[in-house]
């Protein structure tokens, strides 16, 4: 493995820092889940009350975080008039939220005492934490219990480095079956499918004969298998993603899937198709859901894939514009997915950000491309971050031939027996300290393996 940082000078002062670790196997690579940590929670709050709230105060009203905690029952009716069984108690929860609590005057207003009483018993445990905006409105994200953080599992490995796009914020989380830390995007290694392709991205593919590429896997492509049957597009039943639409037709069974689990089996048809996940449509009557575990079946001309966001380099030509879709903000009456907060300007938004691919030889190789902090920035001293086009540039540059980009922004990293090279871009506003942001799925590799 070699690894080396090299440091980019900008006409108007600006400097940039790029870690680039080369490594020989893709076979060696795995995907990792950290264990879920209670303050990932306690982090996306502080991010939510210290950044975005003070950054973007204007377009806010309260924001209700919550969560529920272990081994919660829940005070509210699994079966549901509108969207029928329900799997998940924090979408029940969700829903009854959305359904009971309003703004008025910024105050919030009860409509339901058993949801009050249920509202003030999390807010009391430190379970709910309530984030002040200045518009008269109230949204509300779910925070389940998939996140860690790399740190934590990165002394397994000699190289770990953030992965996935994941459900953060309100506009991700469009739906009430929507909640925030469900990983997007195909996740395949040892040809094994460990989570489903979404919204037609790019992805790098590892075929089995060794060779690299940039496909566009769509979940439409698969064999998917819950409680023991196999359900196939088109063949008896239809797969519903978003962009395409926001609800199902109606009038027949849905199954809803979000992070691989049934969420709901809804028999009326009509469902909101989730942001992080997907909806099974059946002609035929599905009475039950035994097992909501949910598995995929395809891909087997490939060892290794990941999903996530537009290419970087495609056969050595570095990507100049947008060739994956990504939901434009501004366009109010267009279907959302995620992430909607992606930087549209293509030329000029620099954040921190982490390419992933391989060089000519079709070894694996990873750069980090160190950003500025939410606070504390002095220009030509830190580092300012990459817009997407001049990451494009510097990664062919360094030697990659087909490639693209991670999670980025405040997620980006990578660590080597455990440490860090270059700075999070998360930090305090009280002394710039570093943040780690918790994530839900990260690669590790190893020559262990």
Sequence with gaps: MKSEIQTFHYENGDLQRVQVVNFEDFGK?????????????????????????????????KIVIFRLPDDENVPFDMEHSTYGKLYDPLVAVNMAFRRSVHSKHRKLVFLDETVKSYFQSLEASGDLVVVEGNRD?????????????LSQVAEQAQLAFNCSFFVMDMFDCATVFDRDG??????????KILNPPQFGREALFVGCDGSVQIRKPDIRQLV?????????????????????????????????????????????????IPCGGFVIQCENEVPEISDTRVTYKGY?????????????????????????????????FSTAFPPSLYPMDYEHARAPRIVFGADADAKPMVMWFEGAGKFGYEQGKGSCGASLSECAKIAKA??????????GGGSAQILLGAKRSLALSDRRADDFSEVERAIPLGLLWSDSV
């Excluded at 469900?182 to 040809?191: I, M, R």
């Excluded at 060892?303 to 994956?324: E, H, K, M």
């Design 224 to 272: 998917v298998t819950v409680d023991g049957i196999d359900y196939e597009h088109t063949k008896g039943c239809t797969f519903y993603t978003r962009p395409e639409r926001r609800r199902t037709p109606k009038g027949k069974t849905d199954i809803v899937v979000v992070d691989s689990r049934v969420v709901a089996l809804n028999p009326k048809g009509h469902s909101p």
């Design 300 to 332: 087997d001309d490939a060892i290794f894939a990941v999903q996530v966001g537009n290419s970087a380099v495609v056969d050595g030509r570095p990507t100049d514009r947008f060739l994956s879709p990504f939901y434009k903000i501004w366009n109010v």
């Design 137 to 149: 409105s109230v949204s509300f994200l779910s925070f389940g219990k998939g996140m860690g953080f």
């Design 398 to 407: 360094l030697g990659m031939q087909n490639g693209v980009h991670l999670d």
């Design 29 to 61: 690579l795995r995907f990792t889940r950290p264990d879920y940590d209670p303050q990932s929670f306690v982090r996306l709050c502080s991010l939510f009350r210290d950044f975005i709230i003070k950054k973007y105060a204007k377009i806010f009203g």
């Design 182 to 191: 469900v990983p997007l995007g195909l996740a395949l290694q040892d040809g």
